[in-house]
Each structure stands twice: as structure tokens, then as C-alpha cells.
């Protein structure tokens, strides 16, 4: 059974950062693993993706803000996020293949 569990989602003022974790069993995780997220009354979209050699592609609204990583060893993905803005307030969802977690709420706020 696949499991995909996200954690280190919160409440963080404009500037701040958070670290968010991903942590991934009953699949091989040779997968490209990616973060999506859902702004409030909008669709779903790519954050970052990050391929098992450690390549990675990020969305042209964080780039040089955020890191995606990975520990293979683990079955664990990580993802930092500095310099957050309000624009970055979301639900974040980690995905492989086709499952996904349940997510985990950023709201930046002052």
C-alpha cells in the first residue's frame, strides 16, 4: 500500500521560511518525485520535480526562492522554502507517479 505523507506545513509571516517533508512507503521511489500545490479558488500546479539522479526543474514563480531535495535512502523528499510570499499561500501536495499525499496548508501572513 502506497503511502505518501506530507509534514511542516504552517503559519509563517511574508519573508519567513519553512521546511517541508514528504515522506514516501510501498513504492520504489526510482520515480521522479515533484511538489504541486492548490492556491485558494485555484487549480493545482507544479512547484518542483526532482528526477532519482538528483535533476531538477522548478516553476519560474520560485525559483531562487525554494529548494527541492531528496534522500533516497530515506524515501524522503524535502522542500525549502525561503523568502515566502503572501502569492505562496497554498495547500501543498507531494506526488510519485500516480499517488499523491493529503497534503499540508501554507498560509504566509503578516
Known amino acids: 500500500q502506497v503511502q505518501l505523507v506530507e509534514s511542516g506545513g504552517g503559519l509563517v509571516q511574508p519573508g519567513g521560511s519553512l521546511r517541508l517533508s514528504c515522506a514516501a512507503s510501498?513504492?520504489?521511489?526510482?520515480?521522479?518525485m515533484a511538489w504541486y500545490r492548490q492556491p485558494p479558488g485555484k487549480q493545482r500546479e507544479l512547484v518542483a520535480i526532482i528526477l532519482r539522479a538528483g535533476i531538477t526543474t522548478y516553476a519560474d514563480s520560485v525559483k531562487g526562492r525554494f529548494a527541492i531535495s531528496r534522500d533516497n535512502a530515506k524515501n524522503t523528499m524535502y522542500l525549502q522554502m525561503n523568502s515566502l510570499k503572501p502569492e505562496d499561500t497554498a495547500v501543498y501536495y507531494c506526488n510519485i507517479d500516480e499517488y499523491w499525499g493529503q497534503g499540508t496548508q501554507v498560509t504566509v501572513s503578516s
Open positions: 510501498g513504492i520504489f521511489t526510482t520515480y521522479p
